[in-house]
């Protein structure tokens, strides 16, 4: 229901169905908040969308890949290059590498010279921590799967060295994102 009125843009409405659920006792959490964020987006009210995001952190709720690509990309529409590399870094900063849409943000905002070249080495910092990523992640595979027939170990980390791993990365996203 609330995504209902964050898709209308009904941020009114969706602000006091939010409301009502904490009165009835449900804790808010990454995806709750995450929808308000997405909709003060989706209107570009940064300043809602920050007071949201602020709120969140107050209750100890941390932010995950989505809403911290949602609120650069917000900055993104905005030409707001400065805010957008420092959502870029605290991604980063939270233990999410940036992935291809963050990117794509900074590379399409980056105007002067200047810009251009934090924008290219921020994006060589995400090929390169991809590439780390696909190996630590074919180290979790060795290291879980020990017991297990060792050409099969072997076979999935291959797979996810050569970038067949879509679906191993989404299982440990979402096993992430539940902890958060």
């Not at 943000?105 to 934090?118: D, F, P, V, W, Y």
Request: charge should be negative; glycine fraction near 6%; charged fraction near 35%.
């Amino acid at each position: 229901m609330l995504s209902a009125y964050v898709n209308a843009s009904d941020m009114e409405g969706a602000e006091k169905f939010f409301r009502r659920l904490k009165q009835d006792g449900f804790e808010p959490n990454v995806v709750t908040y995450g929808a308000l964020i997405k909709g003060y987006a989706k209107i570009n009210n940064l300043e809602k969308l920050m007071e949201k995001y602020e709120e969140m952190r107050a209750c100890r709720i941390k932010a995950n890949q989505t809403v911290l690509t949602t609120i650069m990309d917000a900055y993104g529409k905005n030409r707001d290059f400065g805010s957008a590399v420092v959502w870029y870094k605290e991604m980063e900063s939270c233990g999410f590498p940036p992935d291809q849409k963050a990117k794509n943000i900074l590379l399409s905002l980056a105007k002067t010279g200047e810009e251009q070249e934090e924008a290219d080495q921020l994006a060589r910092n995400l090929d390169q921590s991809g590439n780390e990523q696909r190996v630590n992640t074919a180290s979790r595979f060795i290291d879980e799967d020990y017991d297990d027939d060792y050409e099969d170990v072997y076979d999935d980390a291959e797979e996810v060295i050569n970038g067949d791993h879509r679906k191993s990365l989404e299982d440990i996203h979402t096993l992430d994102s539940l902890h958060l």
